[in-house]
C-alpha cells in the first residue's frame, strides 16, 4: 500500500510570506506527526495529532505555525509570516495507534526555503 | 531538559562490523528507536527496546541499559548500502520521538 505523501516535494518562498504544507498519512493511522530537520540534526519534533485533534502542540516554536488536521486523516501545517530561520525539511509521519511504541512512517518531507 | 549524544561520523569497512553508541538524558522513557536515514530521504524504522538488553534483527542488532541510560547499533557484515545517517530516538511520557543528531556512517570498500 502507499506510505505518507507529502506535497509539495519543494516549497522556495520569499520572508514574510504565508506556506501550506500537505501531508497524507497511511490509510486507517489515526496518529499524525510533524518534525523540522536541519541541515546535520536529526528532526525535531513540532506536533502531534491523534485522530482530529492536536494531542501534543509543544514542539511549534512560535504562534506562527499552526497544524490542522480536520476530519483526522489529511493534516496542513501552516506557516505564517516565514523567516530565513524557519528553512528546513518538514517531515510527517504517522502511526496506527499513537501508542508510545508504534512504530512512526515517515514521508518524503517537504523542503522549505525562505529567501 | 533532554539531551541525547551520539558521534557525529564514523567510517568502517565493507564485511567489518561497527558499533553506533547513543546516551541519553530525558525526562522519562517509554522506549528507545534507531532509524536509517540515507541523505535525502525519509528515517525507516530499524529497531526499538524497551527493557535492557539485545535485540536482534537480521544484520542490526541494538542494545539498551535504562540504568546507564545508554544504547548501540551493531551492524554486522557491512555493505555499501549501509552508509547512511544513523539516528537514536526516545520515546518519553509523551508520544513524540526527541532524536539526536544523527551518525553519518561511511562504508569504504
Known amino acids: 500500500g502507499a506510505g505518507v505523501s507529502q506535497t509539495p516535494s519543494n516549497k522556495v518562498t520569499e520572508k514574510g510570506k504565508y506556506v501550506e504544507l500537505r501531508c497524507d498519512p497511511i490509510s486507517g493511522h489515526t496518529a499524525l506527526y510533524w518534525y523540522r530537520q536541519s541541515l546535520g540534526q536529526g528532526p525535531e519534533f513540532l506536533i502531534y495529532f491523534q485522530g482530529t485533534g492536536a494531542a501534543d502542540d509543544s514542539g511549534l516554536p512560535n504562534d506562527r505555525f499552526f497544524a490542522v488536521r480536520p476530519e483526522g486523516s489529511v493534516s496542513t501545517l501552516k506557516i505564517q509570516r516565514t523567516e530565513r530561520g524557519d528553512s528546513a525539511v518538514y517531515l510527517c509521519?504517522?502511526?496506527?495507534?499513537?501508542?508510545?511504541?508504534?512504530?512512526?512512517?515517515f514521508g518524503p518531507g517537504t523542503r522549505l526555503t525562505v529567501l | 531538559g533532554q539531551n541525547i549524544d551520539q558521534p557525529t561520523e564514523m567510517t568502517a569497512t565493507e564485511g567489518a562490523i561497527v558499533q553506533i553508541n547513543c546516551t541519553y538524558q530525558?525526562?522519562?522513557?517509554?522506549?528507545l528507536f534507531w532509524y536509517q536515514q540515507h541523505a535525502g530521504e525519509a528515517p525507516t524504522f530499524l529497531s526499538y527496546?524497551?527493557?535492557?538488553g539485545l535485540e536482534e534483527k537480521g544484520r542490526f542488532s541494538s542494545f539498551l541499559s535504562r540504568s546507564k541510560g545508554y544504547s548501540y547499533l551493531l551492524l554486522k557484515e557491512l555493505q555499501m548500502k549501509d552508509s547512511a545517517s544513523y539516528l537514536c530516538a526516545v520515546i518519553t511520557g509523551a508520544n513524540n520521538l526527541f532524536f539526536g543528531t544523527g551518525t553519518r556512517l561511511t562504508v569504504i570498500p
Open positions: 530525558t525526562s522519562g522513557f517509554n522506549g
Open positions: 527496546n524497551v527493557l535492557d
Open positions: 509521519a504517522s502511526s496506527v495507534a499513537g501508542s508510545s511504541l508504534d512504530e512512526q512512517f
